[in-house]
Nanobody, 127 residues
Framework: QVQMVESGGGLVQAGGSLRLSCAAS????????MGWFRQSPGKERDFVAA????????YSADSVKSRFTISSDNAKNTMYLQIDSLEPADTAVYYC????????????????????WGQGTQVTVSS
């Protein structure tokens, strides 16, 4: 049974940094594509970043590429999202997601391609 638990969210001032974690169980990173998504109130859940091939390949949305870094620690079955230079627009619930198998580059950002989700962690950025 695949389970994922996010942590590391909180309230932070604009310009600050956070590192979100996603601890996964019931899966082996090398066989999965892992992703981060975020959802602001009243908006759709948007793609942020993805990692595959046990961290050998990463992909980030253009809108966050310069400030967000996805990584993983395969020994700990944990994925991370480092967020720097936080902006109020980054305020959202951040979710980690997983899918067995290696998604193509064109499918990484599609949330319906990920059947497994964590419960989310809230990030609030004050101005």
């Amino acid at each position: 049974q695949v389970q994922m638990v996010e942590s590391g969210g909180g309230l932070v001032q604009a310009g600050g940094s956070l590192r979100l974690s996603c601890a996964a169980s019931g899966l082996t990173f090398s066989s999965y594509t892992m992703g981060w998504f975020r959802q602001s109130p009243g908006k759709e859940r948007d793609f942020v970043a993805a990692i595959r091939w046990s961290g050998g390949d990463t992909y980030s949305a253009d809108s966050v590429k310069s400030r967000f870094t996805i990584s993983s620690d395969n020994a700990k079955n944990t994925m991370y999202l480092q967020i720097d230079s936080l902006e109020p627009a980054d305020t959202a619930v951040y979710y980690c997601a997983a899918r067995f198998g290696i998604l193509s580059s064109g499918s990484l950002s599609l949330r319906n391609m990920y059947p497994f989700w964590g419960q989310g962690t809230q990030v609030t950025v004050s101005s």
